[in-house]
């Protein structure tokens, strides 16, 4: 018989700022849409915890975009950021960037077609240390406030990436 219970932290300063409010919410909504109900998974709930912390001690943007990236990374679907899905070449080599919504995947200048959608290189070199690096790196490294100033361009991609997904499974 259970008469009382306290909690570990109670995350005030979320439930106390509407930003960060909102982006907890958002990626609880984005958590439930991808797992099963009452199905455990200790990967997501540890990196789900980290996510919350951060957005306790950091800026609501960046912990938003740097929780979806290691999301798809955790469930097996990150982007190659490597190498163009068609040739292989290495992506770094290329002068324009395009992501293929319907192959999940970049590619090169030399294999962008109609259906790719050319993506800026300071937002694939954004997602790219996003997928690749802590997010303690990432501010060590002050890598932090050229991720905010692409945060639209950024959550946007990672959404229609995510949306893309959910349409297969």
């Known amino acids: 018989l259970i ?3 306290l909690a570990k932290k109670s995350y005030f300063k979320i439930r106390k700022n509407s930003e960060k409010l909102k982006t907890y919410l958002y990626i609880s909504k984005v958590i439930n849409s991808f797992t099963d109900f009452k199905q455990p998974d200790i990967s997501i709930w540890n990196l789900f915890y980290t996510f919350v912390n951060d957005l306790v001690k950091l800026d609501a943007k960046i912990a938003e975009v ?3 990236a290691k999301f798809l990374k955790t469930l097996g679907f990150a982007p190659n950021i490597d190498h163009c899905i068609n040739c292989q070449r290495k992506i770094e080599n290329s002068k324009n960037i ?3 919504k319907e192959r999940w995947g970049f590619c090169c200048d030399k294999c962008c077609s109609k259906k790719t ?5 300071q937002t694939f070199k954004a997602i790219n240390i996003l997928i690749k690096m802590p997010l303690k790196e990432i501010y060590i490294r002050e890598l932090n406030e050229p991720i905010i100033l692409r ?3 950024i959550k946007n991609m990672l959404e229609k990436y995510l949306k893309q997904i959910l349409k297969y499974f």
Do not use: G, K, P
Not at 117 to 121: D, M
């Open 3 to 5: 008469t009382a219970a």
């Open 66 to 68: 740097n929780f979806l």
């Open 98 to 100: 395009y992501f293929d």
């Open 117 to 121: 959608e050319l993506i800026a290189w």
């Open 151 to 153: 945060y639209t361009e």
